[in-house]
């Protein structure tokens, strides 16, 4: 394998702006952009290179999938668009001939990778990806709800006047409408959220619902304002990444195969997982409450048939 090598599969809003970061931070030293629109891969690339001086030293570069033979890490996020109005489900037809094309041409150059799915929706094309790839499902995970859980600590932290850091809470399920708040779990410092809201009186604790619908429904009010969602995800994926890199063994919601956890099987969803070098390792098992099992076995089946509906 290459030293810290990343490819980034399409040059559009999301792909452009994680090559971005991923320059930024040091983690890389060479990252290779990949689009069917070379030209606009070669724009995005000169872009960001032209910076690299204020920055670290990393090669970013327009290529073709032969330059994946080396690369350490892929991350996938060519795609269809969202469109206002449209579901992250919606996109499911079309974004899975995309991936079909993408993975085929990955594995004629590289057996060895992790693949990062991002394209969307995350979850079903991940299960795709897998599939067709034949890589361990190890690696092989999507972003999952690493952008969801990041956006629900924001909110909580902004209700509560607290350091989000400080604040212990995680959105699972799928990445788009069927995901879940998981409050039994959610705590500030250690105090149990429901609890500390009757310590201190906050009015946002009668209306812990309607932050969840906040979180699960920002894309949308992002998409009706500016037309497309990038910076979130980037700085999501660029954690994902670190994660990969550092060896860190953190434990980030991303989407990754079950197997018998709450029930659930041959199904990718975002659950908390230790993310390592080899990949997500291991799935945490959280102590749902009953309601809450009970959505996340609905997200699964939710997903389940959505997969099933793919024309292979």
């Known amino acids: 394998m290459g030293l810290k090598k990343c490819a980034v599969i399409g040059a559009g809003g999301v ?24 030209r606009k891969a070669e724009g995005e690339a000169l872009d960001i290179s032209h910076g690299i001086q204020f920055l670290n030293t990393v090669d970013v570069y327009a290529g073709e999938y032969k330059d994946l033979a080396d690369a350490e890490l892929v991350i996938i996020t060519a795609g269809a668009n969202q469109l206002p109005g449209e579901t992250r489900i919606d996109l499911v037809g079309k974004n899975a001939r995309i991936m079909k094309s993408i993975v085929e041409n990955i594995v004629k150059y590289n057996k060895d990778c992790i693949l990062l799915v ?6 079903v094309l991940t299960m795709y990806a897998a599939e067709l790839s034949g890589f361990p499902k190890e690696r092989v995970f999507g972003s999952g709800t690493v952008l969801d859980t990041s956006r629900l600590r924001y909110l909580l932290s902004e209700k509560f006047n607290i350091d989000s850091r400080n604040i212990h809470a995680f959105i699972i399920g799928e990445h788009g409408d069927s995901s879940l708040a998981v409050w039994s779990n959610a705590d500030i410092a250690g105090v149990p959220i429901r609890e500390y809201c009757q310590k201190f009186k906050n009015d946002a604790c009668i209306n ?43 434990i980030l919601p991303v989407s990754s195969f079950f197997n018998g956890e709450y029930g659930i099987t041959d199904a990718c969803l975002g659950m908390p997982s230790v993310v390592c070098r080899k990949g997500v390792i291991n799935m945490i098992e959280l102590s749902l409450d009953e309601e809450e099992k009970n959505k996340l076995i609905e997200s699964a089946n939710t997903l389940k048939k959505v997969y099933a509906s793919i024309e292979k």
Do not use: C, M, W
Request: no cysteine.
């Open 15 to 38: 792909g452009a702006t994680i090559a971005f970061t991923l320059g930024e931070s040091g983690l890389f030293n060479d990252i290779v952009i990949i689009d069917i629109d070379h």
């Open 118 to 123: 991002v394209s969307n929706p995350a979850d």
């Open 208 to 250: 812990l619902n309607s932050i969840y619908e906040e979180v699960r429904d920002s894309a949308y009010h992002i998409i009706e304002r500016k037309g497309s969602t990038y910076y979130g995800i980037a700085v999501a994926v660029k954690r994902i990444a670190q994660a990969i890199v550092r060896d860190e063994h953190s």
